[in-house]
């Protein structure tokens, strides 16, 4: 298995200009999210989505678009690039699932895997 | 989610065990508290997660205490790949999403 991979891993843009962070998985996960971190800051929550045709916003969802037209893929599109968009972009999938009922919570995993990255620079 | 503590960064010797203390004095009874780290350079990774009794995975082990108001995250043996940022986040599965809050972390060094 790949994991998740994202594609580009650099790029710079123009102030204005558009693009789309691809990310893909093949681990058959319900879950994708994208994060960004800023340097020397924690992961902040872009969008995420539960399943195919499903997507929901995070923490910081203001400049981006998401789709989930497959289980596989989870494009992050960037309208109008400004330079607080300047940031490395994180895609994330995990295999949410809910305790059995009576079952033991400590022994349930939904790890989220992340991919390699995509560094972005507007100017 | 409820908020995490954790110190800004800690050192250790090669080889020696690592204690990475978290505070979650807010934490309710449906948090799980898991720890991630991140290698420079890269994403982060899945430590260990646990909800009221202490775990252990062939990564680390995790000691969570009686009122679950603080967390160890323990590293036996220290190693020069070992040092990265840690994350103690807590997991509140009753939201949807099961979205991760990132703080800012614990940034470990590891000194040969």
């Known amino acids: 298995n790949a994991g998740v991979t994202q594609t580009p891993k650099f790029r710079i843009l123009k102030i204005g200009q558009s693009m789309t962070l691809q990310c893909a998985q093949d681990?058959?996960?319900?879950?994708m999210y994208w994060y960004r971190q800023d340097p020397g800051m924690g992961l902040k929550l872009i969008y995420y989505s539960v399943g195919a045709g499903i997507t929901d916003k995070g923490e910081v969802p203001n400049g981006y678009n998401v789709s989930r037209s497959t289980t596989e893929d989870f494009p992050l599109r960037l309208e109008l690039a400004a330079p607080s968009q300047t940031s490395v972009y994180f895609c994330?999938?995990?295999?949410?699932?809910?305790?059995?009922?009576?079952?033991?919570?400590?022994?349930?995993?939904?790890?989220?895997?992340f991919g390699p990255g995509t560094r972005l620079t507007v100017t | 989610d409820a908020k995490t503590t954790q110190p800004n960064s800690m050192e250790s010797n090669e080889e020696e065990p690592v204690h990475l203390p978290c505070n979650h004095s807010t934490i309710s009874g449906t948090d799980y508290i898991h720890w991630y780290r991140q290698l420079p350079s890269q994403g982060p990774e899945y430590v260990i997660h646990g909800l009221t009794s202490n775990v252990n995975n062939r990564m680390a082990s995790l000691a969570i205490a009686e009122d679950r108001k603080s967390s160890t995250l323990i590293l036996h043996r220290a190693t020069l790949r070992d040092a990265a940022v840690y994350y103690c986040?807590?997991?509140?599965?009753?939201?949807?999403?099961?979205?991760?809050?990132f703080g800012g972390g614990t940034r470990l060094m590891v000194k040969p």
């Open positions: 986040i807590l997991r509140d599965y009753d939201n949807a999403g099961n979205m991760l809050t």
């Open positions: 994330a999938s995990s295999r949410f699932q809910t305790p059995p009922p009576g079952q033991s919570l400590n022994i349930v995993l939904d790890e989220q895997y």
């Open positions: 681990m058959n996960h319900n879950y």
